[in-house]
């Protein structure tokens, strides 16, 4: 899933259980390395970006 925040950074959920100390793994956008982020700091800063309906087929009778 994909998440932006009021930066316009885009990040992608890498690892999405967080682990014992509450940490998840994300990539963002035109970064080399992954981030790992407290899963609520991460939630509070970004929001889900829905997936936009595709219209992949013209059907013509």
Request: no cysteine; glycine share 4%.
């Amino acid at each position: 899933m994909r998440y932006t925040n009021e930066k316009g950074e885009i990040a992608e959920v890498v690892v999405s259980q967080a682990n014992a100390q509450n940490k998840i793994r994300i990539q963002v956008d035109g970064e080399e390395r992954q981030r790992v982020v407290d899963y609520d700091d991460f939630i509070s800063e970004f929001r889900y970006i829905p997936l936009e309906r595709r219209n992949t087929l013209d059907k013509k009778t």
